[in-house]
């Protein structure tokens, strides 16, 4: 395995630095590539292979076939001062059977006023936006070593009266070696039809004769264009590079293949202590704007249980850095 592991990193490597993609900017329901969860964040997204928890069903589905009995997840993010990211799950284990998880995500915006040409101060009239996604997780250890997992999420958008909504699906497999706890990974995220909006404010009147002064006005509708989702293939590796009773180190790399930016790459670092203490770094490779991220976290056992705590910090060169904060139990 030590001899393959350098080939598996090169062709990793080798497909995004190499890799081109010309439909850039091409896909809509753009909030689902927003990161979720502190822990998987602040390791630079490099969470395929290392998702392990109940964050994995807004990254790896069959993450959550590592879950014993139930966990809960909420996560919050105030998305370069104007958006608000908040995401909630719940899975349950049920042994023979597997792991089932519902998820919700919605991602939101400030009012703003309604503004035109008589009226560029404002008309008193305020719209917002809000987008939608509502999934169902299933995963299952089909060996001790292998796993795979399927979401399947209602998605929706909304712009003031408008609206657009379909169904999407995300499958994923995991494989653990023996070396190191090598763990290879894979996800095909945001698989479904193309969306479309519609709204009562498409609705307008139409002269069909200009030339005519006194001919009614026909009632009319504009058309939008179909959108595709932003559909991603990731894969990626996670080990061990260091195991004690007092520190654990793990490692992990990811290549992301989105269809409508560049190939890109993930690295990703957790240092765990005492098994109660978490530091975390990762780098991203090939953004545009965002580069390194960074976070800690801590759980504590409480009643039985055990609670969760989780912070990224995310830096980018031009807009401002974001805060992620997230909360988890298992139970």
């Keep these: 395995m030590k001899k393959f592991l350098p080939i598996i990193i090169g062709m990793l490597l080798t497909t995004c630095v190499f890799g081109q993609n010309p439909n850039l900017g091409a896909s809509g329901a753009q909030f689902l590539e927003i990161p979720v969860g502190a822990r998987a964040t602040a390791l630079g ?8 928890d109940i964050t994995s069903v807004f990254w790896n589905p069959a993450g959550i076939g590592n879950i014993k009995n139930k966990a809960a997840h909420f996560s919050y993010m105030r998305y370069f001062e104007m958006f608000d990211l908040n995401a909630a799950a719940f899975a349950i284990n049920f042994e023979d059977v597997g792991s089932i998880a519902v998820s919700v995500l919605v991602f939101s915006m400030d ?3 309604v503004t035109n040409e008589n009226n560029p101060n ?3 009239r305020f719209f917002d936006a809000q987008d939608l996604a509502v999934g169902l997780t299933y995963a299952k250890n089909l060996t001790d070593r292998f796993t795979v997992g399927l979401t ?4 929706s958008q909304r712009i003031w009266n408008e609206t657009a909504s379909g169904v999407a699906f995300d499958v994923g497999t995991k494989y653990r070696l023996d070396f190191q706890n090598l763990t290879i990974a894979m996800r095909m995220s945001n698989f479904g039809p193309d969306l479309r909006f ?3 404010d498409l609705n307008v009147t139409h002269d069909i004769n200009s030339n005519i002064p006194l001919n009614r006005l026909t009632p009319a509708r504009l058309m939008t264009d179909d959108y595709p989702l932003p559909l991603c293939f990731q894969v990626g590796i996670a080990i061990d590079l260091y195991n004690s009773t007092f520190l654990k180190i793990r490692s992990a790399i990811d290549a992301v293949h989105p269809n409508d930016n560049r190939e890109r790459v993930n690295f990703g670092t957790e240092f765990t202590f005492f098994d109660r203490l978490f530091l975390r770094g990762g ?7 965002e580069d390194f991220t960074f976070g800690a976290g801590v759980n504590l056992p409480v009643a039985g249980n055990v609670v969760f705590f989780d912070y990224a910090y995310s830096l980018y060169d031009i807009l401002p850095s974001v805060h992620r904060i997230s909360l988890g139990m298992t139970f």
């Design 283 to 289: 780098y991203k490779y090939n953004y545009d704007d």
């Design 198 to 200: 519609d709204g009562e």
């Design 122 to 124: 404002g008309t008193g």
């Design 45 to 52: 997204g490099a969470f395929v292979g290392l998702s392990d």
């Design 111 to 113: 009012k703003m006023e």
């Design 152 to 155: 399947m999420k209602y998605v």
